[in-house]
């Protein structure tokens, strides 16, 4: 059974940062695509960012781009988002997925495990 635990949410200024992590257990780690979502009250669950097994594929949502930067490290079996220039939409619960294979991108059938979700919230 996988299991995916998040942290590193919180509350932050605009234009600050955070860096979110999440450890996965229960699979090969560096077999699988991992990625991040994000869901605002009221809206649907969005695409974020993914990473292949070894990390040297990369895809970003275009709202992201240029300010987010996901990563990983196998050998710690953590997946990490690192956020800067927050603004105000990015509030949201995120969300770690696993994929069910190599690679994942923002097609949420691609993922077959997920977190429990960590809040972030951004103060104008």
């Known amino acids: 059974q996988v299991q995916l635990v998040e942290s590193g949410g919180g509350l932050v200024q605009a234009g600050g940062s955070l860096r979110l992590s999440c450890a996965a257990s229960?699979?090969?780690?560096?077999?699988?695509?991992m990625g991040w979502f994000r869901q605002a009250p009221g809206k649907e669950r969005d695409f974020i960012a993914s990473?292949?097994?070894?990390?040297?594929?990369?895809y970003y949502a275009d709202s992201v781009k240029g300010r987010f930067t996901i990563s990983r490290d196998n050998a710690k079996n953590t997946v990490y988002l690192q956020m800067n220039s927050l603004k105000p939409e990015d509030t949201a619960v995120y969300y770690c997925?696993?994929?069910?294979?190599?690679?994942?991108?923002?097609?949420?059938?691609?993922?077959?495990?997920w977190g429990q979700g960590t809040q972030v919230t951004v103060s104008s």
């Open positions: 997925a696993h994929g069910r294979g190599g690679l994942v991108r923002e097609d949420l059938r691609l993922y077959d495990y």
């Open positions: 229960g699979r090969t780690f560096s077999n699988y695509g």
């Open positions: 990473i292949s097994p070894r990390g040297d594929t990369t």
